[in-house]
């Protein structure tokens, strides 16, 4: 049966905005997050301390977690020791670590192999999670890698063991490149809850084939109920050629609104705070339930 309340991760400010070709100002991005808040966003991905060489668009982490309300989960990405040591500098309290079942984007991604990210991760996890923050792991890659092509999902399922045996809060299991269709969904999924049923799982679907729509009710169906979703379908990582946006939270938002399940989000007051980045962003916002609204 499906679920009568779904949570929504907000990933726009992070995921959405990595990849922008334009530079969004500060404050722009910190009334972004505080109207996304408005409309009843509860945990968000705030902004990641990553190498301000590889992504310029997260130079301003400090400011942005020095800033914005951290009521609820507001996480920040963090690949690395500095990465949590500057984060935790600037007030963060959720933190989210990243690694890809794929060598190949691992490399790309973090310059790193799985393995080897992995054993740098165990430590930093471990006393993040001693001193009580909340830990989110995030599994990219893990149904389709742009380099390698299709994943195992025993590998799949062997990093998400790794993490679990360490303690963590939470999976959020992506699909990077939006290539997983919804019965893979469904199988992973199905996978997932049923060998970790104490850990929060978490679905990331990029859109780029139009299926995260189709993919989240397949999720839903084997009993996920937290889903990563960027409002604008904005999104895309750097390091994953192809890749587009999340799957927009307004589209999200309105499908599971129409079938009676709650997510404690306000569309009228969604699509105010993607009005707030809109005029930014290098691309124009297409998703659905934006238009319909805009031109209703
Ligand atoms: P590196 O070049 O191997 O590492 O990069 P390094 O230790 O030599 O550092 C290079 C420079 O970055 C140094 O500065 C460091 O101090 C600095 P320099 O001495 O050259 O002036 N540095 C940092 N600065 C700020 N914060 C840090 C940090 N660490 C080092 N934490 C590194 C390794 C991991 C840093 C780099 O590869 C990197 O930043 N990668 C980030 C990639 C990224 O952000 N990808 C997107 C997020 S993941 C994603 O989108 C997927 C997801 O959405 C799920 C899905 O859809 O799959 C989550
Ligand atoms: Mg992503």
Partial sequence: SLPKKVTIIE???????????????????????????????????????????????????????????????QFVLTPNEKGVELAKLAGANSFAVFVGVSNSFNKNNINKTTQESMVGLKPIVESLLKEGHFVR???????????????????????????????????????????????????LFELIKG????????????????????????????????????????????????????????????MLHQMNIDTNIHLDLLVNAIDIIAPYVSRPIETGMYKLRKNS
């Fill in 195 to 254: 060998e970790f049923p104490t850990t929060l799982i978490t679905a990331h679907f990029h859109d780029t084939r139009k299926m995260g729509l189709a993919n989240i009710f397949a999720a839903l169906q084997a009993g996920v109920d937290r889903f990563d979703s960027s409002a604008g379908g904005l999104g895309g990582c750097p390091f994953a050629p192809g890749a587009t946006g999340n799957i927009a939270t307004e589209d999200v938002v309105n």
């Fill in 11 to 73: 990933v726009g400010p992070r995921d959405g905005l990595q990849n922008e070709k334009n530079e969004v100002p500060t404050a722009v991005k910190l009334e972004f997050i505080e109207k996304l808040q408005l409309a009843g966003v509860e945990e968000m991905e705030l902004t990641s301390f990553v190498s301000p060489k590889w992504v310029p668009q997260m130079k301003d982490a400090k400011e942005i977690i020095e800033s914005a309300t951290k009521k609820g989960r």
């Fill in 137 to 187: 792991a995030c599994i990219s890659t893990a149904f389709y890698c742009p380099y390698e092509g299709a994943i195992d999902p025993v590998k799949t399922m062997e990093l998400c063991r790794e993490f679990v045996s360490w303690g963590v809060n939470e999976l959020s299991v992506a699909d990077t490149i939006g290539m997983a269709n919804p019965k893979e969904s469904y199988l």
